[in-house]
Nanobody
Framework: VQLQASGGGLVQAGGSVRLSCAASGFADGRYAIAWFRQAPGKEREGVACISTSDGSTFTAYSLADRFTVSRANVRNTVYLQMRNLKPEDTAVYYC???????????????????WGHGTQVTVSS
């Protein structure tokens, strides 16, 4: 199984970025994909997740007005659309996989969470 995040880069404050997470080796509809981020010197935090089983989602309350998680018509790709970016959004963004019920538990990572490599998002002021 593999998770590949992409789409990061440098963006000005107020701009938008869409990250992609391509999952391979997973049984269709049997997992959820989440986005986490980790800024320098800070703990990793959950951003959002979506179930490939029923499309249910969860987004961190503080980010819900700017960040949207969705899935492509091809189920093994999940997006994170980020709008009105702020310098404090600068972080490495990771996608991860877990049970399809993950959104119900607020996408908290656990021992069974599978992690992909991150993609850097840098927001300049």
């Amino acid at each position: 199984v593999q998770l590949q995040a992409s789409g990061g880069g440098l963006v000005q404050a107020g701009g938008s970025v869409r990250l992609s997470c391509a999952a391979s080796g997973f049984a269709d509809g049997r997992y959820a994909i989440a986005w986490f981020r980790q800024a320098p010197g800070k703990e990793r935090e959950g951003v959002a997740c979506i179930s490939t089983s029923d499309g249910s989602t969860f987004t961190a309350y503080s980010l819900a007005d700017r960040f949207t998680v969705s899935r492509a018509n091809v189920r093994n790709t999940v997006y994170l659309q980020m709008r009105n970016l702020k310098p404090e959004d600068t972080a490495v963004y990771y996608c991860a996989a877990d049970l399809p019920t993950w959104p119900r538990s607020g996408c908290r990572s656990g021992t069974e969470t599978l992690w992909g490599h991150g993609t850097q998002v840098t927001v300049s002021s």
